[in-house]
């Protein structure tokens, strides 16, 4: 079955310092998508990235990237030089399904990062 | 607009009340979704409405009770809710069985008092 792990509950960090959160995941299918959301306090979940299994590409996005690594099966995201706008709960999750008429993204339970100043 | 709009923001009821969130979406997207989070507990999904047709119901009590009457818009019909129902409740919407993820709209945040 699908899983996603974010074994950090909760990181606190001080501006401009670097953070990763992690993401672990679990699927038996060889086509799958990977995603994060940020979440802020106003409670919409905002699209980050998206990534397809088969491109093991990192992606850099200005401050923000990520590193895809299948023989880990882990897709961890880093934020550089933190700023106190990037506090947030931040979800990585997974969707199986491809082609099909239901899309199921698997959600983690999500990182809350507090950026002091 | 754009995007995904969610109404009420928040929503106090009482268990013996009957309440109606909405959700509309102008993105042209073909499906869309209930999702419910409850605090220190994962994102769950509820409902899944394909080209208007529910396609997954996960195992949600019958006091919710979805409504999709045309691509556009959901509904999702409470009644005699429990406190333990209270949470934000997320609409999304995603074209292509969101292979290129969703979009979320911003949530109600429902407590049952």
């Known amino acids: 079955a699908q899983k996603v792990t974010q074994a950090q509950t909760e990181i606190s960090v001080v501006e401009k310092e670097d953070v990763t959160l992690d993401c672990v995941y679990e699927t038996r299918d060889t086509t799958y998508y990977l995603f994060w959301y940020k979440q802020p306090p106003s409670g919409e979940l905002v699209f980050l990235i998206r990534r397809n299994s088969f491109d093991e590409q990192n992606e850099i996005s200005g401050r923000y990237s990520w590193n895809f690594q299948k023989s880990t099966s882990s897709f961890n995201f880093t934020i550089t030089a933190s700023q106190v706008v990037d506090s947030a709960v931040y979800f990585c999750a997974l969707s199986e399904r491809y082609g099909g008429s239901q899309g199921n993204l698997i959600f983690g339970k999500g990182t809350k990062l507090s950026v002091k100043p | 607009e754009t995007g995904v709009t969610q109404t009420p923001r928040h929503l106090v009821m009482g268990m013996t009340n009957k309440k109606s969130l909405k959700c509309e979406q102008h993105l042209g997207h073909n499906a869309m979704y209930w999702y419910k989070q409850s605090a220190k507990k994962p994102l769950e999904l509820m409902f899944v409405?394909?080209?208007?047709?529910?396609?997954e119901n996960n195992s949600v009590p019958s006091r919710f009770s979805p409504e999709c009457p045309n691509s556009s818009h959901l509904f999702l019909h409470l009644h005699t809710l429990q406190p333990e129902d209270s949470a934000l409740y997320l609409c999304a919407s995603s074209q292509d069985a969101g292979v290129y993820g969703y979009t979320f709209g911003s949530g109600t945040r429902l407590t049952v008092v």
């Open positions: 409405y394909s080209l208007e047709e529910r396609v």
